[in-house]
């Protein structure tokens, strides 16, 4: 007569586990937290030309620690055997010559751009309007920003922008945020999603479109249609919807990726690819990891305070802060609790079908 109760306790039990191990946090809350923007390469090839030094020089300068890109240095003594599968990827025609590349994604890198440095502007490469707009809107907890590149016909740019807008609206009434989303300065209940239109043609923008248009294949042969680009995290564009891909499903499924619960898994298994953006992203506002090294520091003291409980043997500790730990080894990203999960409920599942059998065979034998 206690099966039952025995089994009813524990579908509970497994509905309680699986509620609680789930992650809550948004997609686009924990990729603006965990997730650091990968570095694009920029790779200038020379034999110390005056104008190539200065180019370097200026770069150098202006990239700085918040922006998300490498300078690499040829040396004016390059060989094709030193560069290897960069030359292949964007052959030297001519010196000086530069090169933009993008985040490693998969083993290898794409290129954005390449060519003679001519008018090349290092600034406009590393930053920009938009990009400064896009910054904003994401440091401020926005779930995502949706950035629509017009084609130049108009009725066809209106109608997108219009069914963007509309949709983007109607989701901002529907979707609800978690609350676990308030712990990272998320002060909104409902998801917020900023739009920003940018014309091909601005000339401000150039290097932005460039990096828009490569980020997929084929994107740059679509010069009639408008593209839409939902960005998020640290500037990470999820993908592209174009023309007639610019509907009522597509935009639905991107924005509920974006608020949906994260399944905390490691950021290459997750789809984007960045943008190159001047951001301070890891001063975070209270409420979300800018005290995480004191409160790293402080579980340090306490389980220095447990030392007479628990055998030190079996206490692996050190008066390292957490910054020289970092040091010595990088931060990585904390591990998926769904494998936990998984396997928990798995347990309860064998537990449930074990009690089914002695139920069963008690039945059985009363026959």
């Not at 597509?250 to 001047?278: H, M, R, W, Y």
């Not at 975070?284 to 043997?313: H, K, M, W």
């Amino acid at each position: 007569m206690l099966i039952a109760p025995v089994l009813a306790s524990l579908i509970l039990l497994s509905t309680a586990l699986s509620t609680t191990l789930a992650c809550e946090t948004p997609v686009f809350v924990y990729a603006l937290n965990l997730w650091p923007a990968d570095p694009y390469e920029v790779v200038l090839v020379h034999r110390s030309e005056p104008a190539a030094l200065t180019l370097l020089q200026e770069f150098q300068s202006l990239s700085g620690d918040n922006v998300n890109v490498v300078i690499r240095d040829i040396p004016p003594d390059y060989t094709e055997g030193t560069l290897g599968e960069w030359l292949e990827a964007s052959p030297v025609t001519t010196t000086p010559w530069l090169a933009v590349r993008y985040p490693v994604r998969g083993d290898s890198r794409r290129t954005v751009w390449s060519g003679p440095i001519g008018n090349v502007k290092p600034q406009c490469w590393l930053d920009s309007p938009v990009r400064q707009q896009i910054v904003r809107y994401l440091l401020d907890r926005r779930a995502g920003v949706w950035l629509i590149l017009n084609s130049g016909e108009r009725s066809r740019d209106n109608a997108a922008a219009n069914l963007l807008a509309n949709e983007l609206d109607r989701l901002e009434r529907v979707f609800n945020l978690p609350e676990a989303a308030s712990a990272y300065g998320v002060t909104q209940e409902s998801p917020v999603f900023p739009r920003i239109s940018l014309n091909r043609n601005d000339p401000a923008e150039n290097e932005l479109i460039a990096m828009l248009l490569r980020s997929e294949p084929d994107l740059s042969a679509i010069t009639d249609q408008p593209i839409v680009f939902p960005i998020y995290g640290r500037g990470l564009v999820l993908y592209a919807l174009a023309g007639a891909g610019i509907n009522v499903a597509n935009i639905t499924a991107a924005a509920q990726f974006l608020v949906g619960e994260c399944a905390c898994e490691v950021k290459s298994d997750n789809p984007g690819l960045e943008l190159i953006l001047n951001a301070a992203w890891d001063d975070q506002p209270a409420g979300s990891f800018a005290d995480f090294e004191s409160r790293v520091n402080t579980a340090y003291v306490q389980l220095e305070d447990i030392r007479g409980i628990i055998p030190s043997a079996q206490i692996n500790t050190t008066n390292t802060t957490i910054s020289e730990a970092a040091a010595a080894a990088p931060l990585q990203e904390p591990a998926t609790r769904s494998g936990l999960a998984r396997w928990l409920q798995i347990g309860v599942v064998v537990l449930l079908a074990f009690g089914a059998i002695i139920w069963l065979s008690g039945i059985t034998r009363r026959k």
